[in-house]
């Protein structure tokens, strides 16, 4: 069955994501004193009393706002508590019950959905502030003390959102759910591409680059399999990257490619392959993904019959590193191929989890070294002794020799070659390890 989910919600700058880093017990949530922070919804995995929910961090809601960005942060949070088992309404013990906290209060009523009142900041231990007892107004029931910062009262407050949840049957997470992360740089369309998906605007979608700050998960499942997207903020060059906000959202993509099984790497197709497209891409090549390059926005190119053929050996020639790659030429904004990406993506998964077995192996090497014989230096030659497959995801080889100094470089990229044109391997980068006789076995 479905894991519960629990949404946390307030108006901005009550502590909710510190409330939800607290909670996780990882600092996934971007906490800064600035309102506004964290714009789009942000879940993670939670236990409480031997029960796995999700727990969701939203941008806080200022029911009044005219302004773009926090009338977009309003909805999503709208979305949030749609979705939600249970909803944590957290107030500010410093500023007291505001205007704003009971109009949240009406919409949650409005909601008819079950509630917990959480009043945060209070920090101190053993006496009760009686300021709490203003947030009866509410008419939200007992509102439950805690503090973000030192972790007072969260075991209350998760007993009673505990309360609230169904009945377990028992059944375990799907484990065929294959990991997406959708990286490139500002403004490329990551999130139009995962609205287009979803059907919904699950992720917030502006001109303004940098809109998307964290890593957001979004599940998806149809007849090619089931999904997880993880739509990560855009990648900036480095010199651009002075605010504290954004060095942590280029650290918060970084991580979601750690998470993922496969990366789709956007690229504009009105600017063609940038500098920052080659990094955001090594990224994921360097961390051993799976990878897909998405070109998005063709259907605002001036095209004639070569100009797909033209692109595709631009990106060729720039991410040199990542001609394992296929290549999909997209529109987010039309729907243009976009149900291509699904098999691709479960293609690509495939071929990263792919096992060759050791016999095949020496059967390709033994052919291999016969057509292009290893290289020798000063008479000595390199003598590869067998292959074997010690990993995947990337796909892991190990090769024994003779003298690990021969190996040369070329021709570990032959033997690469070698390997992708007999098993395919398309859409993953390839590990070669060289271990020389009498190297000790990791």
Known sequence: MAKPLVAIVGRPNVGKSM???????RRLSIVKDTPGVTRDRLYAECEWRGRTFDIVDTGG????????ILAFMRKQAEIAIQNATVIVFLCDIKTGLTASDQDVANMLLRARKPVVLAVNKMDQVGMTN??????????????????????????????????????????????????????????????SLINRILGEERVIVSNVAGTTRDAVDSYFENEVGKFLFIDTAGMRKKSKVNDAI???????AAMAIERADVCLVMIDANEGVTEQDTKVAGMAHEAGKACIIVVNKWDAVEKDDKTMDRMRQDIRRDLSY?????????SALTGQRVPRIF??????????????TTGMLNSLLADATARVQPPTDKGRRLKIYYMTQTGIRPPHFVCFCNDAKLFHFSYQRYLENQIRNTFGLEGTPIRLTIRQKGDKED
């Open 130 to 191: 009686p300021d709490i007892y203003e947030f009866y107004n509410l008419g939200l029931g007992d509102p439950i003390a805690v503090s973000a910062v030192h972790g007072h009262g969260t075991g209350d407050l998760l007993d009673a959102c505990f309360e609230y949840f169904p009945e377990d049957d028992g059944e375990e997470e799907d484990p065929d759910v294959i990991k997406v992360a959708v990286i490139g740089k500002p403004n490329v369309g990551k999130s």
């Open 343 to 356: 098999q691709l993506i479960k293609y690509v998964d495939d071929q990263a989890a792919m096992r060759i």
């Open 61 to 68: 809601i200022e029911p009044g706002t005219t302004t773009e």
């Open 19 to 25: 409330l939800f880093n607290k909670l996780v017990g």
């Open 246 to 252: 954004e060095k942590f959202s280029v650290l918060r």
């Open 322 to 330: 990542m001609t394992y790659a296929p290549i999909v030429f997209i």
